[in-house]
């Protein structure tokens, strides 16, 4: 497999706003864990394949158990998952999936019961990045399998 575009064919500070979000991420308080889970659930929805490489080694580094990420496309029948993820982890499949259900108001009162307003509004900025990363990420064919943990910290 080759890469279409790679991230040194393309201009010096393309990608400063995205990775300007990610430091600011890092040091929202959000719990690192739950952050690597929402990441490696938006790239199984859009496929990315790069995206799964590099979360699922961060996540393991961060001590998240192989049972938890392997069971992320399942995590509604898995018991291993707190109340707050599961309602993280349906906020982030619907901002992903806008087009089928949209944000129900239902979710919304479901996630604030676990999240303040400016805790969703972190892991909403949080998914909107990740998709961002994805949509690069598969466009441009980018080859999984040689990240390092802590690559791009």
């Given at each position: ?13 393309l ?6 979000t ?12 739950l ?5 490696c ?10 995206c799964?490489?590099m979360h699922?080694?961060?996540a ?7 049972q938890?990420?392997y069971?992320?496309p399942?995590?509604k029948?898995?018991?291993y998952y707190?109340e707050?993820?599961?309602?993280a ?7 992903t ?10 979710l ?18 949080a998914?909107?990045n990740?998709n ?7 466009a ?13 910290n």
């Open positions: 497999m080759e890469a279409r575009i790679g991230f040194t064919d393309v201009t010096k500070g990608f400063d706003g995205l990775f300007k990610e430091m600011y991420l890092k040091k929202c308080g959000l719990d690192h864990k952050l690597e889970l929402i990441k659930r938006v790239s199984q929805i859009n496929g990315c394949a790069y799964l490489d699922h080694k961060d393991t580094a961060m001590g998240e158990s192989e938890r990420l069971s992320l399942a995590w029948e898995c018991p707190t707050a993820e599961r309602a982890l349906a906020y982030t499949e619907a901002v999936n806008l087009h089928q259900h949209g944000i129900t108001d239902e919304f009162e479901t996630l604030s019961q676990h999240f303040t307003k400016g805790e969703i509004a972190d892991l909403t900025m998914i909107a990740i961002s990363w994805n949509r690069l990420n598969v441009w064919k980018t080859v999984p399998g040689n990240y390092k943990v802590g690559q791009f």
